[in-house]
């Protein structure tokens, strides 16, 4: 599972590592800064667009099918298991011809012990950009409007996140981004192989404050080591 992320890398960073267009990078998406980006939020996302040209879009984290009567069917679907993707009914059109990246540089799963939740961050490398895996669609309300929204594809963890989590998210390799993007790519073999756990000795994880527990918290300092943050930030008073 993964129910909360972390952006924080400008328009530029973003257009430079995902080859979209400058000048609709910084006219659009100048404001991006988000420690605690939580589902059913506008996030961003990067699909193919005509002439395999990239662009950035806003989309809503909660897929909503096409063929959906209700919005919020969506609030469920902020996650996809990939092992079982072309069985499940919101999902199962999307994975040839609808598949999109979800940029991130940080994301966040939860340990229980006893009655405490202790929330780790995970990274590529030290606060790398990376992508995961997420899937589109567009929804029109009964009043009109057209709404996109996506998914994040979760696998089975590697060795960093299982000693926290019995899952985690789809995590694209950047030679594989092309591939991905590619709605006219329909071989499937090709589409699984991205679907596994991450490079594990090319990530890490640390503690960080409980506040992040609360999606309503978005101070900045929250994504940092435990052990850096002030008494106050930690989530216990």
Known sequence: MC????????ARELARMFNVELNEALN?????????????????????????????????WGLIPAWAKDANI?????????????ETASFRDLIGSRRCLIPADG????????????????EVGKKKLFAFAGLWDSWKSPQGQIVESCTILTTTPNEVVASIHERMPVIVPPEKYDLWLDP????????????????AKDMSQY????KLNNSAN????????????PADQLGLF
């Open 74 to 86: 969506g609030n469920g679907n902020f996650n996809a298991r990939s092992e079982n993707i072309r």
């Open 107 to 122: 994301f966040y799963e939860w340990k229980k012990t006893g009655k405490v939740k202790q929330p780790y961050c995970f």
């Open 207 to 210: 503690p960080v404050s409980s």
């Open 184 to 199: 006219e790519v329909d071989d499937y073999q090709a589409i699984k192989e991205i679907m596994v756990p991450y490079d």
């Open 3 to 10: 129910c909360r992320f972390r952006l924080t890398v400008t």
């Open 218 to 229: 978005e101070e900045p300092s929250l994504d940092q080591l435990e052990a850096d943050l």
């Open 28 to 60: 659009d998406f100048e404001d991006l800064s988000r420690v605690n980006i939580a589902p059913t939020q506008q996030i961003v996302t990067v699909k193919q667009g005509s002439k395999k040209s990239r662009k950035l879009t806003m989309m809503r």
